[in-house]
């Protein structure tokens, strides 16, 4: 007997703070910001706030114990992940099955995040996780000078280009794309054009990706609220619902920062297809990838989402280089990504400004962004988690 | 002391016979008492069968590079005067993938799928890292 969570949840309000390069605040005041924001767009009382997750906290964020105790809140479901971004998704899946299961009437989803003031913990020697033993959280290994996470997404994508024939300014396609969405985005830190002659001339970080394949350090917040479809039915915008969601992978096929298969630190190295269980998101909210009028993505590097669009069955194994050209991946083409600009060229709030993105296009307020006639919208990430959202 | 300002592997019960035979100049690992698979990193069961048994057992040393990857960014100050240095993954012939270094070969010219063979690089007296250079014909 197997229950599920379609449309039993709804996420009723969202808000943001600023995004900024410059450290103006600290990630308390940024949340606190986003959280007033959040409850002021949904019509939500502060009193009806009993559950907390959060996937980034100290150093570079906020912790729940210190964000229920500064905002005056009455926890009964508090739930925080390692710090990592790709907890992104799993973090709001988790205040879904709360809301669900009973566990919490609304859940506020919270990411305040400062990558500035700590930016050493991005692959400096304060990043102790890289010194986990025979193995970094993205295939670190400071010994032999392999650190920070863009060397993560830098193997894979050396792999994939000697296996697929890709090059690099097939990968321009991306931060392009998503360059030209900012542009868009009054809220975007990074809204001048992007050309494929800025990408190839910008410097490497880890070869072969150039700077411009790497997203922002930025601070910033975004909070999302998450209630029982008949909550936000009586909300003060237009809910938009938890349709289908499936977990993130992990095991001996898996690579944080690959497709499966692709052969990296010791995944398994074999010819990937997506199987109906890799697929059961579109299953439990009874779509296909043909009604997703836009897909949003983990891409704090650019290789990141031609994994995805592989990983999902938008296109087949070694066919995301070709596939990402002529404008495919930009608003007006097939499958729009990352309409804000995403983590490339909006900010890197962890994954939540797209969360953001995706309530605010599927309410229609995205102005001269908007996907018109937007109903059915994807998180999906290559570490294989994804949620599928619906107004 | 040691002049050597560069990270060094956290040597752990688990681990400590990898770096106890690279320390000869060997390269060894775990190898599954019941299904005979070759494993990497050290572990307490194996994955494929989840037996406890295991044995050290020296590796041939060769292998293929699976990926790399050259660095441009100074993220470690004692990394500052190797940019660009390299770091490569390399598929033994047993199986496992190393992470290391190639040595001896232009960045520009490292391949994946070039043939290697693993070196020892003394850099403190109780620490031998392993390396690859390019295999001999």
Known sequence: MTTTIRDRTAIVGVGTSRFSRAPTDTPMRLAAQAFKSALADGGVDRNEVDGLVINIGWPLGVDYDRFAEALGLRIRFADQSWTHGRFVGPTLQHAAMAVATGLAHCVACVCGVSFIQERGLLGGPGDFEGTREEGGTHEENPVYGLTAPAAGAALSVQRYFALYGATSAELAAVPIAFRKHAALNPAAIMRAPLTLEDHQASRFVVEPLHLFDCCLVSDGAAVVLVTTADRARDGARKPVFIAGMQGMRAGPDEFLFATPGLGIGQQREFRYAPTQEQLSVYRMAGVTQKDIDALYTYDAFSPLVWFVLERFGFCGLGEAAAWTQKGRIELGGELPMNTSGGLLSEAHVSGWNSIAEIVRQLRAECGERQVRGARVMQWATAWGDSTIFHS | ?137
């Open chain 2, 1 to 137: 002391m040691t002049a050597y300002g560069k990270p060094l592997p956290r040597i752990t019960p688990d681990n400590r016979p990898f770096w106890d035979a690279t320390r000869r100049h060997q390269l060894a690992l775990q190898r599954c008492a019941e299904c005979a698979r070759f494993r990497y990193p050290p572990a307490p069961v194996c994955p494929a069968c989840l037996a406890d048994g295991a044995e050290w057992a020296a590796v041939s040393g060769r292998g293929t590079v699976s990926t790399f990857v050259v660095f441009h960014q100074r993220y470690f100050p004692s990394f500052a005067n190797d940019i660009p240095y390299n770091v490569v993954q390399v598929q033994l012939d047993e199986g496992p993938r190393l992470t290391a270094n190639l040595v001896d070969v232009p960045n520009a010219e490292i391949t994946v799928g070039m043939r290697v063979e693993v070196v020892f690089d003394d850099v403190t007296p109780e620490v031998s890292l392993p390396r690859f250079r390019r295999a001999k014909a």
